[in-house]
């Protein structure tokens, strides 16, 4: 049963999935962020990027309404369900898993890493109990192919078990939590925690990585001094002292990559955008927005010793996506090619039944230097 608790400043939900849960630990660094720009007129873009330690391959994946998923749990088949509405979204490892999407009704959102807090209910051995479970990495692309509001997932999450599973592809088991945002302008956070699920309305929009949601949300509190409005001259000691240069509310604001910092700093900009420019062109403003938060490679390093740090991938932003859910179009660029390539549910049969793949953008070609001026 779905039972509500008081949570202030936000509603909770849980779900009572089991007494053993089990908490995993880090094994790859990922420094996701995410969030929702809204213009005056209430029209909304939701963008994430998505980094690792590991390359994850990566293609927009198109499926249409009356596709058949099955959800393995370890070595068994779990939840099955026929989806009803069509997603676009990125889908990793040629399957329809997806780690971020959006369906033909607006609703969007991503999974994103959840190191040292996620805790899954484990696998059930009863056949009866597993026919409701299905795994983390499923978890998103089936709330993007049944449910078109926030509000309908809220009141069906416990038609699903969600469970913990091992993904022999990224060679370990996800920790993962869930951002979810719909057309009417309605957010929630969803973590698995303690081996239940709790979901979280999400007014700010923002979601990051470790440590959980409501953490995130107190975090705030020690940034309330933030402005975008520079100081003026102050007086100390009789000497009128004036600020340095451009940015002077905004001193203090974090700039490290860390999960913490990067929610601020997300909330900082979505909150003080200038809402004539984002009227004007929306996808530019996000664009813009979202490259505040890429990581080149080099930046984010693992640690450990220098010789094996030459065996190792370092964190860095492998693609970020933005969908508008005004028009249903979904973009998507990569590290190896800035340029956003959209695709949108015109670009497929969406009642097709058979699952489409589109690679990611290929890397730009080497331009030549230009000339030097005359």
Not at 41 to 66: A, S, V, W
Not at 139 to 167: A, Q, R
Not at 195 to 213: A, H, M
Request: charged share 20%; proline share 7%; aromatic share 12%.
């Amino acid at each position: 049963m779905l039972k509500r608790i008081a949570s202030k400043p936000f509603a909770l939900f849980k779900i009572t999935l089991a007494l053993f849960a089990f908490v995993l630990q880090p094994v790859a660094a990922n420094a996701c962020t995410s969030f929702v720009l809204s213009t005056v007129d209430n029209i909304r873009m939701y963008g994430r990027t998505m980094e690792f330690g590991k390359q994850i391959p990566t293609k927009i994946g198109l499926i249409p309404r009356g596709y058949k998923f099955q959800s393995k749990i370890n070595d068994e088949i779990g939840f099955s369900w026929t989806g009803k509405i069509a997603v676009i979204g990125a889908s990793i490892f040629d399957s329809p898993a997806m780690v971020d999407g959006m369906n033909e009704y607006g609703l969007s959102g991503g999974a994103l890493y959840f190191p040292g807090f996620a805790g899954y209910k484990n696998p059930s051995r009863s056949e009866e109990e597993r026919a409701k479970e299905i795994n983390q990495i499923d978890f998103l692309v089936w709330i993007l192919s049944t449910f078109k509001t926030v509000e309908e997932i809220k009141i069906n999450l416990d038609k699903v078990s969600l469970v913990g599973t091992y993904y022999s592809n990224m060679d370990e088991i996800p920790p993962l939590h869930y951002t979810l945002h719909d057309a009417a302008g309605f957010s929630i956070v969803i973590e698995p925690v303690d081996g239940e699920i709790k979901v979280y309305d999400n007014p700010y929009t923002v979601l990051t990585n470790s440590p959980g949601f409501e953490w995130h949300t107190q975090n705030i509190r020690n940034y309330l001094f933030l402005s975008p409005f520079n100081i003026g001259t102050t007086t100390i000691m009789g000497q009128e002292l004036d600020p340095f240069g451009q940015g002077s509310g905004l001193l203090g604001i974090p700039g490290d990559p860390t999960p913490p910092s990067r929610f601020i700093r997300a909330l900082g900009l979505i909150s003080t955008i200038d809402a004539s420019e984002l009227n004007k062109n929306r996808l530019v403003t996000m664009e813009h927005v979202l490259n505040n938060f890429d990581i080149p490679k080099g930046f984010v390093r693992p640690a450990i010793s220098p010789t094996e740090q030459e065996q190792e991938a370092n964190d860095y932003t492998q693609w970020s996506a933005i969908a508008d859910i005004e028009n249903k179009i979904y973009y998507i660029k990569t590290y190896e090619n800035t340029t956003l390539h959209g695709v949108s549910f015109d670009d497929f049969d969406v009642t097709s039944g058979q699952m489409q793949f589109v690679n990611l953008p290929s890397p730009k070609p080497t331009q030549p230097l230009l000339p030097p001026m005359q």
